[in-house]
């Protein structure tokens, strides 16, 4: 008999707007109509700013559809400022490398210094058989624009793969911020590959260092220890490198 495929996981996220929950395939429309309420209720209200442009974002995992949020971005906002939010929302372990790939061009992450040789790197171009390469200190606003579809990267060895695609361009009142996070996926549950009760881990297993998810009760009995074991996280790079989760809400 063959072995049943497990059950897909519904991709519901909330709306951090108004608190109400959607399937994905729902909630872009929702925030359209949401936001329209919140700016008309502002301006009503003598509340509103002067308007600027912003990009309303969809990010997902590239081999983990499932994990997904909704951002708004103002224009004028730089890739590196992307970059940042990405890191710390999802992403950072360890300071890798990252790269954004917009068209035929690939907009990199340096650490503070830099790297040796800058000028060669800038120079790459498709007479070497590789996009150009040149660094994330430009914004928005020169890169993007409604319906573009592109990919990011965040570490060149344990790589967690992105796609991004800019859903609309519209104005808005201005807000402090330059990133507002509109929805997000919520948290996943993942059953205990011991037990099947909820699982609190994913951890390495024998020789192979195979990984598997795992409860707080299963990690006794099996004998797991602390540095075989990540936090089931809500992002696409749970279970990976040295990823525990969250840096700043």
Same mark, same amino acid.
């Given at each position: 008999?063959?072995? +049943?495929?497990?059950?897909? %996981? ?23 109509? /949401?936001?329209?309420?919140?700016? @008309? ?31 708004? #971005? ?18 950072? /372990? /360890? ?48 890169? =993007? ?19 991004? %695609?800019? =859903? ?10 330059? =990133? =507002? #996070?509109?929805?997000?996926?919520? +948290? ?6 011991? /037990?099947? %009760? ?28 602390? @540095? %075989?074991?990540?936090?089931? #996280? ?5 279970? #990976? ?9």
């Amino acid at each position: 008999m063959p072995t +049943p495929k497990p059950k897909r %996981q519904m991709a519901r996220g909330s709306c951090t707007l108004c608190g109400k929950e959607f399937s994905k395939n729902k909630i872009a429309a929702h925030l359209d109509q /949401c936001w329209t309420e919140l700016t @008309a209720k502002e301006k009503h209200d003598g509340r509103a700013l002067a308007p600027t442009r912003f990009f309303r974002l969809l990010i997902e995992g590239r081999e983990e559809p499932k994990y997904w949020l909704h951002l708004d #971005v103002r224009a004028d906002a730089t890739l590196e400022d992307l970059d940042d939010f990405l890191r710390r929302f999802w992403l950072e /372990c /360890c300071g890798h490398l990252s790269a954004f790939t917009i068209s035929e061009t690939r907009y990199r992450w340096e650490p503070p210094g830099g790297f040796d040789g800058d000028d060669f790197f800038d120079s790459l171009d498709d007479g070497f058989g590789m996009p150009r390469e040149v660094r994330m200190d430009i914004t928005l606003a020169e890169t =993007l624009s409604p319906g573009l579809h592109f990919e990011y990267e965040y570490d060149f060895g344990d790589t967690t793969e992105l796609k991004l %695609q800019v =859903l609309s361009e519209h104005e808005e009142p201005t807000r402090r911020k330059n =990133l =507002l #996070v509109l929805a997000r996926n919520e +948290p996943l549950v993942s059953p205990c590959l011991e /037990c099947g %009760q909820p699982a609190d881990w994913i951890g390495t297993y024998g020789d192979s260092y195979e990984t598997r998810t795992i409860c707080d009760a299963c990690t006794e009995k099996k004998g797991f220890g602390d @540095a %075989q074991l990540l936090p089931l #996280v809500n992002s696409p790079r749970t279970g #990976v490198c040295a990823y525990t989760g969250v840096l700043e809400d």
